[in-house]
């Protein structure tokens, strides 16, 4: 089975940074799309970001022009580098990832895992 690892999550100050990562492990054959969600206020989550296999980003507009994905796929690991961090960005972050895992030498079969969440506090 395919698993997240994710790490990165703190206290930050107002204006600050911070680096979360989401490594993926297991029997992996080829990851499709990986998303970072966040709880929202009246809503379940939000979609902070996305991108896709073939690099293809779409932010929050809560998020746009503080917040950047990148991905090494020699490492299996997302990034989400975080700057002029606000109050109101501190939440649980989870990451979200869809693709296809080997479960046999000829068989993969679609696979979609999440996190187990990194808690990222914005307080001065």
């Known amino acids: 089975h395919v698993q997240l690892v994710e790490s990165g999550g703190g206290l930050v100050q107002p204006g600050g940074s911070l680096?979360?990562?989401?490594?993926?492990?297991?029997?992996?054959?080829?990851?499709?799309?990986?998303?970072?969600?966040?709880?929202?206020?009246?809503y379940?989550?939000?979609?902070?970001?996305?991108?896709?296999?073939?690099?293809?980003?779409?932010y929050a507009d809560s998020v746009k022009g503080r917040f950047t994905i990148s991905r090494d796929n020699a490492k299996n690991t997302v990034y989400l580098q975080m700057n002029s961090l606000k109050s109101e960005d501190t939440a649980s972050y989870y990451c979200n990832v869809d693709g296809r895992?080997?479960?046999?030498r000829v068989t993969t079969r679609r696979f979609e895992v999440w996190g187990q969440g990194t808690l990222v506090t914005v307080s001065s």
Do not use: D, H, K, M
């Open 19 to 42: 680096r979360l990562s989401c490594a993926a492990s297991g029997n992996l054959f080829s990851i499709n799309v990986i998303r970072w969600y966040r709880p929202a206020p009246g």
């Open 44 to 58: 379940l989550r939000e979609l902070v970001v996305v991108i896709t296999s073939g690099g293809s980003t779409n």
């Open 101 to 104: 895992e080997t479960i046999s």
